[in-house]
């Protein structure tokens, strides 16, 4: 879902762990090592778009419904300099399609350097 790497980039925390649960992500920092910490993805994927916005892009969701059998996909596309530059959609199964799609796109803003 979300790289350790990743993780520690948006929080501004030296990750040592991470365990991807269904509503949180549970992680361990390099401060505290014995204490687990966790963040609802929501709240990450938040996070991420404000990593973005610090970066100079823009991260965009929507909905798109595709014909049956492949069912409704969650479309990102990321901006920058008003420029469209990478798309991506999440097939990821249940509630986290939102989610998902904002953490791939956050990983090509931190793949760009």
């Not at 649960?21 to 929501?42: D, M």
Request: charged share 30%.
């Amino acid at each position: 879902m979300i790289s350790r790497e990743l993780l520690s980039e948006v929080l501004a925390e030296d990750i040592e762990k991470v365990e991807v649960g269904k509503r949180y992500i549970k992680y361990w920092s390099g401060y505290t090592p014995t204490f687990k910490q966790s963040i609802n993805t929501y709240e990450l994927a938040h996070k991420c778009k404000i990593y973005a916005i610090n970066k100079g892009f823009i991260i965009e969701t929507s909905y798109e419904d595709i014909i049956e059998p492949f069912g409704e996909y969650c479309i990102c596309r990321v901006y920058f300099d008003g420029d469209k530059v990478y798309d991506n959609y999440s097939e990821y199964e249940g509630y986290q399609k939102e989610p998902e799609a904002i953490f791939k796109a956050t990983q090509y803003i931190y793949d760009k350097g």
